[in-house]
């Protein structure tokens, strides 16, 4: 009798590559500008996941520095963040003057040393009539002058043509204790 053939295994299959995975989705968006005339920095910042729209102002101030978004004069009718020593203001510029106050700020905190004002305001994205979104390219317009709220004076310098473009951001890890 003849030996029986040894079972044999089935080859194993080849198995599949691991696809790649997917990136996760962009929480946050910033971008920094800022004006050589005014000499002021305006850092914005965008958390996607809340909607919440987060901006930095320095400069060396003085009375007041300001900066308007999406528009490239005042006659645009930006939306605009006034800084005193008091506080920061929120306004819909108009042609000639600062226009009318929106009051949309949820928050606000400012600093001054001297003339150094350091800034910071949130509010939510879209409430104030623009949008800050990813890679779009926005106008910035900046000023500085005498005044405080509510009597801001004419601006003694300024800058038009200015722009940020909001791109991914990944926060710095913070040290370890």
Same mark, same amino acid.
């Given at each position: 009798?003849?030996?029986?053939?040894?079972?044999?295994?089935?080859?194993? *299959?080849?198995?599949?590559?691991? &696809?790649?995975?997917? *990136?996760?989705?962009?929480?946050?968006?910033?971008?920094?500008?800022?004006? /050589? !005339?005014?000499?002021? !920095?305006?850092?914005?910042?965008?958390?996607?996941?809340?909607?919440?729209?987060?901006?930095?102002?320095? %400069?060396?101030?003085? %009375?007041?520095? $300001?900066? %308007?978004?999406?528009? &490239? !004069?005042?006659? @645009? =009718?930006?939306?605009?963040?006034?800084?005193?020593?008091? =506080?920061?203001?929120?306004?819909?510029? *108009?042609?000639?003057?600062? @226009?009318?106050?929106?009051?949309?700020?949820?928050?606000?905190? #400012?600093?001054? /040393?001297?003339?150094?004002?350091? @800034?910071?305001?949130?509010?939510?994205? #879209? $409430?104030? +009539?623009?949008?800050? $979104?990813?890679?779009?390219?926005?106008?910035?317009?900046?000023?500085? +002058? $005498? +005044?405080?709220?509510?009597?801001? +004076?004419?601006?003694?310098?300024?800058?038009?043509?200015?722009?940020?473009?909001?791109?991914?951001?990944?926060?710095?890890?913070?040290?370890?204790?």
């Amino acid at each position: 009798p003849s030996p029986s053939p040894s079972p044999t295994s089935p080859s194993p *299959s080849p198995s599949p590559s691991p &696809s790649p995975s997917p *990136s996760p989705p962009v929480t946050e968006l910033a971008d920094t500008v800022t004006s /050589n !005339t005014t000499e002021i !920095t305006v850092m914005v910042h965008l958390d996607t996941t809340t909607n919440i729209v987060t901006v930095k102002m320095e %400069g060396q101030c003085g %009375g007041y520095c $300001a900066v %308007g978004f999406g528009a &490239s !004069t005042m006659d @645009g =009718g930006p939306y605009a963040l006034i800084m005193d020593a008091s =506080g920061i203001y929120d306004h819909r510029l *108009s042609s000639a003057n600062i @226009g009318s106050s929106l009051n949309m700020l949820m928050s606000t905190n #400012v600093i001054v /040393n001297n003339d150094d004002y350091s @800034g910071e305001a949130t509010f939510m994205n #879209v $409430a104030t +009539g623009i949008t800050f $979104a990813q890679g779009e390219l926005m106008d910035v317009i900046f000023a500085r +002058g $005498a +005044g405080i709220s509510p009597n801001f +004076g004419y601006h003694s310098q300024r800058e038009n043509l200015l722009s940020l473009q909001l791109t991914p951001f990944s926060p710095s890890p913070s040290p370890s204790p």
